[in-house]
């Protein structure tokens, strides 16, 4: 939802945010050796912003039921929050005026309003393109709101709202949706699978400050880990027969 630029950020890269995948990776040369642990935890600015971390969900079980899985883990990926686009429109023209004239490129304070303006007509129209595909598209493989749906009265909050990231962290385990979700092209659980079962693997980043409580899934403010454990346990309990693994994993 607010993955623009505005004028005062061309000096730096912002920090992905809400609606916004991971921004892609230059690749470093790799060292010669064995990679420090830290290396292949997290995708993170330097400035303090979260950290991106890669994730693999290993999904096994009857061939059967792992196709049914399959078939309602898709969705469109969107998660519907509906929008206070007057609030949205004011915020941005208080932060644009409150920049100093050299930074806002000079803009006048007439021209902070039109650019809060044109700014709330690119997020409605984003918001538009975003909301009529929930439903019909299925391009998302691993879609936690198909499988876990946000409430509609948590939905009405918006993203940032507190009660709302809280049903998120209670619910999903992370207090954002999944971000470049894709099917792994050749998963596997590491042993030999029992006759008539099958496995499907998804690759995906999470980003945030939740973590979890492995025995209990249930999070904690501030640990700056997100993983969808909460999900995870929820959808163990729906679907018996299948076995789930998250695997932290490197990036590239």
């Not at 690749?27 to 303090?48: E, N, Q, Y």
């Not at 007509?121 to 936690?144: I, N, T, W, Y």
């Not at 209670?170 to 792994?184: F, N, P």
């Not at 029992?194 to 025995?215: K, L």
Request: a positive charge.
């Amino acid at each position: 939802m607010t993955d623009f630029r505005l004028p005062w950020d061309l000096e730096s890269d912002p920090a992905p945010t809400r609606g916004t995948d991971p921004p892609a990776q230059e690749k470093p040369p790799k060292p010669r050796g064995r990679r420090p642990a830290d290396a292949t935890r997290a995708l993170s600015h330097a400035d303090g912003a979260p950290a991106w971390r890669y994730r693999h969900l290993i999904v096994s079980g009857p061939s059967a039921t792992v196709a049914a899985f399959a078939v309602a883990a898709r969705g469109a990926g969107v998660t519907p929050w509906q929008l206070d686009f007057a609030t949205i429109e004011e915020d941005i023209f208080n932060m644009a005026a409150a920049q100093p004239a050299a930074r806002r490129n000079n803009l006048t304070i007439a021209g902070c309003r039109i650019l809060a303006r044109q700014f709330r007509e690119r997020v409605e129209r984003r918001q538009a393109r975003a909301l009529a595909l929930v439903g019909h598209s299925q391009a998302c493989p691993f879609d936690l709101h198909a499988l876990l749906p946000v409430p509609q009265s948590i939905l009405a909050l918006g993203p940032t709202h507190p009660q709302a990231l809280a049903w998120l962290a209670a619910h999903w385990g992370v207090t954002d949706r999944l971000r470049q979700i894709a099917l792994l092209p050749r998963p596997t659980v590491g042993r030999r699978l029992p006759r008539e079962n099958t496995v499907i693997g998804y690759g995906f980043f999470t980003g945030g400050g939740v973590a979890q409580d492995p025995a209990g899934f249930s999070p904690r403010q501030g640990h700056g880990e997100d993983t969808p454990h909460a999900a995870i346990a929820t959808l163990g309990a729906r679907f018996p027969a299948l076995r789930f693994t998250l695997r932290p994993r490197p990036a590239d």
